[in-house]
């Protein structure tokens, strides 16, 4: 089969990448990505020479640019990972968040209901159902938890979902959606709190937290996410959404210290700056449908995943290097340097 993976060069599409090809070498994959400030060539540099990978500088949101894309090669499947991702970044700037995640969500939408039999996999994510309380641990979002989001990325991300149903419902396509909790692991950029901290404790430079700290989230490790949708593709139901998450929430403050101690490192470099705008309070997936369903449970506990983690960083400082060497330094200025 020929699938087509858009944001492959980011942090999650990169290791789908990985993923896919290591478990299904006969299938053809083909990479679409804009090379935006968040997609690194060099994280596909593993699977470059793989004969049956092909990469492709395309953004979503050129209509022609796809039809002619998926006249040339035909795919069987497309997986939609190819967003702006950052709740900090559409604070700041909207605008490419409506474009990327909704816009370009739909031409990839119209480009499969074109072309006919191509099964169309949006991946989500469990911010669309905004926030749980932090003095309530028996609450989780499932399935059927109402959309009610909080920043300009959650809802471009919800407008995605719902444009991806509504194809489905209207137009039959043969659609699923997965909604996944916060990801962590290898290849992931140094904007999001866990490469930021590692990245930031290696060149003992403050450690920036949010408010108090206590804001909790659901860690997932990259793998088992993509072992998720791997099996939403192939045995999926269509028209369903799935819920994927770790039961493993944490509070940030203790995955900073955590960060601190593995890297040796002194409590002193914690720096608490100003909160988020509209900051979410605790996110909680039940992973109940995908379990009973397709038998999906992440593999990878939190304190494995973690080590794995920091050692990736510790062995791969050219990845990120490069990164926080270059613009990053006027973001990380403007976002941080008044906080
Ligand atoms: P990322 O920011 O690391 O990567 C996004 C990739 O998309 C980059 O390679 C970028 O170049 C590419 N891209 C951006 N705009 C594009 C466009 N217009 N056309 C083509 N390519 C474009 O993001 P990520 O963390 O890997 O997230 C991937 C997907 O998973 C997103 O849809 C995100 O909403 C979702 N998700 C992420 C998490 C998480 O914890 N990171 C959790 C749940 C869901
Ligand atoms: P992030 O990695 O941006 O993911 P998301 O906002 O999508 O959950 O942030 C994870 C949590 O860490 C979130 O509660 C905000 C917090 N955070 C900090 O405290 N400091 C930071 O510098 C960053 C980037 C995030």
């Known amino acids: 089969m020929t699938i087509i993976v858009t944001g492959g060069a980011g942090f999650i599409g990169g290791n789908y990448i990985h993923y896919h090809l290591k478990e299904h070498p006969e299938d053809r994959v083909v990479c679409v990505d804009k090379l935006t400030y968040a997609g690194n060539l060099s994280t596909l540099k593993p699977v470059a020479d793989h004969p049956n990978f092909r990469f492709c500088k395309l953004d979503i949101c050129d209509r022609d640019g796809i039809f002619a894309l998926f006249e040339e090669e035909k795919p069987d499947a497309v997986i939609n990972f190819a967003a ?51 003095d309530r641990p028996d609450l989780f979002f499932t399935e059927s938890t109402p959309i009610h989001t909080s920043s300009p990325y959650s809802s471009s991300k919800a407008g995605a979902d719902l444009l991806a149903m509504a194809y489905y419902r209207t137009y039959g396509l043969p659609v699923t959606v997965s909604r996944c909790s916060n990801n962590y692991g290898p290849y992931q950029f140094p904007e999001k709190l866990i490469p930021l901290m590692i990245a930031n404790c290696l060149n003992n430079k403050p450690l920036p937290v949010y408010g108090e700290g206590k804001n909790v989230r659901d860690w997932l490790y990259v793998e088992d996410h993509c072992k998720a949708i791997d099996l939403i593709v192939r045995k999926g139901r269509i028209g369903e959404t799935y819920n994927v998450g770790g039961h493993n929430e944490m509070a940030n403050i203790d995955i900073v210290k955590l960060i601190i101690r593995a890297l040796g490192k002194s409590e002193d470099l914690i720096t608490y700056v100003t909160d988020r705008k509209g900051h979410d309070l605790r996110y909680a ?8 369903e397709l038998g999906w449970l992440p593999e990878t506990k939190f304190a494995d995943g973690i080590q794995r983690t920091i050692r990736w960083y510790l062995e791969n400082r050219g990845w990120w290097e490069e990164i926080v060497s270059g613009e990053y330094r006027n973001y990380y200025e403007k976002m941080y340097g008044n906080r």
């Open 84 to 134: 702006e991702s950052h709740v900090d970044r559409s604070i700041e700037d909207p605008g490419i968040f409506l474009q990327t995640n909704i816009i370009g969500t739909a031409v990839m939408m119209d480009a499969v209901r074109k072309f006919g039999n191509v099964r169309f996999h949006q991946v989500s994510t469990d911010e669309v159902y905004g926030d749980l309380p932090l």
């Open 285 to 292: 997936i039940d992973p109940a449908k995908i379990h009973s």
